[in-house]
């Protein structure tokens, strides 16, 4: 409680998530979205000033990843040190998934260890089975090809920090649109904004599901091209979204072989497509080929950088959801 109130006093925002779980999107109107970044700020300040807080001494968050992650594990754990918490790491190599036990009796016991569950599973819909189950908030961290709503939250806050704004954006998004999460998060967040528009731009293997499209119709300007129109495509964007081939969703290594190497983004590619000089290109990687190496000593390469908006932006939302 002690440090509960040190932190509201610190930063005089009253928590509005308190006790949610963070499944999807969906659950994010405008206000929500803006308060998130608006607290995620104040953790950048937080961080930059003192380093650290012991708001959340004492608390103890389990992370669950049951398929491979780098960043969005490490991200998650930083940001409840950040905070003064614990972490208790459970993956696929320590988990007892592989004695035969199922995910129900997994969070069954995981939950009396901690006050807050952070989960990736490689099915859709996990996060929701875990949060039907246990009493603590669960924060999804990527559900199979469904959805990736901290990752989404992180983009906008990265977005509006460099833009200063989220409405009027036009951002064009290329890669893995079908099986791609991050991108089914984000459209629907950016959807709360006024005259966003997106391109979005794909093979016609790998276009955007029909349920993201419906839940952003009407609400975003949107446009959907095949690969060869990319370059017409860049001009007009203040963002250039790519995404990795999602590999491990696909049905055979052939058909997986068959979309790779689609596209490449270069300081060459951007300057003939006739891109605007603080055009600002992120990516969730891990990157495959998407982005020539060369490209990262481009001004215009922001995806090194779009990863610490992710500390922070969880530990906003670690602490919204335990603040009372
Ligand atoms: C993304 C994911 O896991 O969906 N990575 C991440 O969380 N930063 C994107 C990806 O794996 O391609």
Known sequence: MQGRRAASQVHGRKAILSGMDILSASQFDRKRVEHVLDVANDMRLLVNNRGAS?????????????????????????????LGGSVLTVNEATSSAKKGETFEDTLRVLENYADVIVIRHPQIGAAKRAADLVSIPVLNAGDGAGEHPTQALMDCFCMRTLKGRLDGITMTVVGDLKFGRTIHSLAVLLANFENVK????????????????????????????????????????????????????????????????????????????????????????????EIAPSFDADPRATYFKQVRYGVLTRMALIAEVLRS
Do not use: W
């Not at 012991?54 to 950040?82: D, H, I, Q, W």
């Not at 016609?204 to 119709?217: M, N, S, W, Y």
């Not at 689609?262 to 497509?273: G, H, P, Q, V």
């Open 198 to 289: 997106i391109n979005f731009v794909s093979t016609a293997g790998l276009r955007l599901p029909d349920e993201v499209k419906a839940a952003i119709k009407g609400r975003v300007k949107y446009t959907e091209s095949l690969m060869p129109q990319l370059a017409e495509k860049i001009a007009e964007a203040d963002v250039l979204y790519a995404t990795r081939i999602q590999q491990e969703r696909f049905a055979s290594v052939e058909e997986y072989l068959a979309e790779k190497g689609s596209f490449c983004i270069s300081t060459k590619f951007l300057d003939d497509a006739g891109a605007k000089k603080d055009l600002a290109v992120l990516h969730p990687l891990p990157r495959v080929d």
């Open 54 to 82: 012991s708001e959340l001494a004492g608390k103890v968050m389990v992370s669950l990843f049951l398929e491979p992650s780098t960043r969005t594990a490490s991200s998650f754990s930083a940001a409840m040190y950040r």
